[in-house]
């Protein structure tokens, strides 16, 4: 008893230091095991790019349709990988009847999740006006967990692009992608939104979604994301 009283302490102490303004842990299923400020909504910055990439598969357009210089396909790698906002843009431009019906369309697709909070206004992030809570999205990194697309881009640490001349490498803005086993993983960060980060990975404990909002900075929100991992 005193044992785990202990460890229950040390648990408490830890994610008082954490400067994230919100977080939510759940297991593979999306209960919620522990959260802070779940509710709380606030701007998610480039994990937009999740819902983004979403509805431009659930579109079913051809991957291979070519955007010079890249492919639909390569725009989704640059987007999740790299969080390009440029590819983002492209995706979110070339989706049926353009930009106004692709962010229609993530909009719909929110509400489908049951995520009657979240809203966005464009593909990227950059808008402080894309919105949402930790609570909604464990959603949406439950249901990104069903695109192959993503949970490929999501392990990947380095992408590789073949241009004309040479190849085109770019590493992941999660550097937690070598040492664990990524289902679905994405950044974000504008200065609104501070670090943000969600992922659904293995851990000791078993599948977790974990979802972080509102941290310091980039450099923060990646050893909080892990404390969480590996505290719950």
Same mark, same amino acid.
């Given at each position: 008893?005193?044992?785990?009283?202990?460890?229950?302490?040390?648990?408490?102490?830890?994610?008082? &230091?954490?400067?994230?303004?919100?977080?939510?842990? =759940?297991?593979?299923?999306?209960? *919620?095991?522990? @959260?802070? !400020?779940?509710? #709380?909504?606030?701007?998610?910055?480039?994990?937009?790019?999740?819902?983004?990439?979403?509805?431009?598969?659930?579109?079913?357009?051809?991957?291979?349709?070519?955007?010079?210089?890249?492919?639909?396909?390569?725009?989704?790698?640059?987007?999740?990988?790299?969080?390009?906002?440029?590819?983002?843009?492209?995706?979110?431009?070339?989706?049926?009847?353009?930009?106004?019906?692709?962010?229609?369309?993530?909009?719909?697709?929110?509400?489908?999740?049951?995520?009657?909070?979240?809203?966005?206004?464009?593909?990227?992030? &950059?808008?402080?006006?894309?919105?949402?809570?930790? =609570?909604?999205?464990?959603?949406? *990194?439950?249901? @990104?967990? !069903?695109?192959? #697309?993503?949970?490929?881009?999501?392990?990947?640490?380095?992408?590789?692009?073949?241009?004309?001349?040479?190849?085109?490498?770019?590493?992941?803005?999660?550097?937690?992608?070598?040492?664990?086993?990524?289902?679905?993983?994405?950044?974000?960060?504008?200065?609104?939104?501070?670090?943000?980060?969600?992922?659904?990975?293995?851990?000791?404990?078993?599948?977790?979604?974990?979802?972080?909002?509102?941290?310091?900075?980039?450099?923060?929100?990646?050893?909080?994301?892990?404390?969480?991992?590996?505290?719950?």
């Amino acid at each position: 008893m005193l044992a785990l009283t202990c460890v229950i302490a040390i648990n408490a102490e830890s994610v008082s &230091l954490m400067t994230a303004k919100s977080w939510s842990v =759940a297991d593979a299923n999306g209960k *919620v095991l522990h @959260s802070n !400020n779940a509710g #709380e909504l606030r701007s998610i910055a480039s994990i937009s790019k999740l819902m983004t990439v979403m509805i431009v598969l659930d579109a079913q357009q051809d991957l291979d349709d070519y955007f010079k210089p890249y492919t639909r396909r390569e725009l989704i790698q640059l987007a999740l990988i790299k969080s390009d906002n440029v590819a983002a843009q492209t995706l979110c431009n070339n989706y049926p009847g353009g930009r106004n019906h692709c962010v229609n369309a993530m909009n719909q697709k929110a509400k489908d999740l049951g995520m009657p909070e979240t809203k966005f206004i464009e593909p990227t992030g &950059l808008s402080v006006m894309n919105i949402s809570t930790a =609570a909604e999205l464990v959603k949406l *990194v439950s249901a @990104s967990a !069903n695109y192959p #697309e993503i949970v490929e881009a999501s392990h990947t640490a380095q992408g590789k692009i073949k241009t004309k001349t040479s190849w085109q490498i770019f590493n992941n803005t999660n550097p937690m992608v070598n040492k664990y086993n990524f289902i679905v993983s994405k950044t974000g960060y504008i200065r609104a939104s501070g670090g943000c980060i969600v992922m659904m990975l293995d851990t000791a404990q078993g599948r977790r979604i974990i979802v972080l909002l509102g941290s310091q900075s980039t450099h923060t929100r990646i050893p909080e994301a892990e404390m969480i991992a590996k505290l719950f």
